[in-house]
């Protein structure tokens, strides 16, 4: 069974500063990490996403995320955060086991940027 | 391209009535999700459609909820009766295969009160 970790529910930073959103998974077969989204009031889009290749993946919005196998790690940072950023992110696990995608999210962090 | 579509965006229904929501996802894409998302809480998978069959549903509290997608197309998810615990934000997303490694896109939801 696969399962995600968000460690911190909310993370309150000042703008320009940097900031670090964490996850944690677990899965006993390869997996695929996914890091999206979800703005006031609308749906989720992704972020990012591991697929095995490289370990620090880059995003949209300067968002990036590296991909740590030991630590069974998958944590977002960004070096300098705007207004515009604040919204709730999710951290999310999919795995070859089924054959087909079952993703399992995380329960968020909501990022809060502070003028 | 024209994102996923869903209506309503907003329902107030007392306990015990029924309530249906329509999803139209992005066309070409094979894969349609219903997700429940809970205040504060990540989405749950609630059911997974392959074109018109089901894949997953082992979520899906089968005594209240239903879903069908007869076409391959559009799909409806249906409450009846409703409970106060009903109450969240219903998801729908599509990928264009479903397989492990997709990005799936998601509307902007339909917000579910049950007083």
């Known amino acids: 069974a696969q399962s995600v970790t968000q460690l911190d529910s909310q993370v309150p930073v000042f703008e320009e500063a940097p900031v670090e959103l964490r996850c944690n998974y677990s899965s006993s077969v390869s997996v695929y990490l996914f890091w999206y989204v979800q703005y006031p009031n609308q749906g989720l889009q992704l972020l990012l996403k591991y697929l095995s290749v490289s370990t620090l993946v880059k995003g949209i919005n300067g968002f990036e995320a590296e991909f740590n196998k030991s630590q069974t790690s998958f944590h977002l940072r960004k070096p300098s955060v705007h207004i515009s950023d604040t919204a709730e992110y999710f951290c999310?696990?999919?795995?070859?086991?089924?054959?087909?995608?079952?993703?399992?999210f995380g329960t968020g962090t909501k990022l809060q940027v502070i003028p | 391209e024209a994102g996923v579509a869903q209506s309503p965006r907003y329902k107030i229904i007392e306990k015990r009535q029924s309530v249906a929501f329509w999803c139209n996802p992005i066309?070409?894409?094979?894969?349609l999700y219903w997700y429940q998302q809970i205040l504060g809480q990540g989405p749950k998978l609630l059911i997974q459609f392959q074109n018109n069959g089901v894949v997953d549903d082992s979520q899906l509290p089968k005594d209240r909820f239903s879903a069908e997608r007869l076409k391959g197309v559009d799909s409806t998810l249906k409450i009846q009766p409703a409970k106060l615990e009903d109450s969240a934000v219903y998801l729908c997303?599509?990928?264009?295969?479903?397989?492990?490694?997709?990005?799936?896109?998601f509307g902007p939801g339909t917000r579910l009160l049950v007083l």
């Open positions: 066309s070409g894409h094979a894969t």
């Open positions: 997303a599509s990928s264009f295969w479903g397989s492990p490694k997709e990005t799936q896109y």
């Open positions: 999310a696990v999919s795995d070859d086991s089924g054959g087909y995608q079952k993703v399992t």
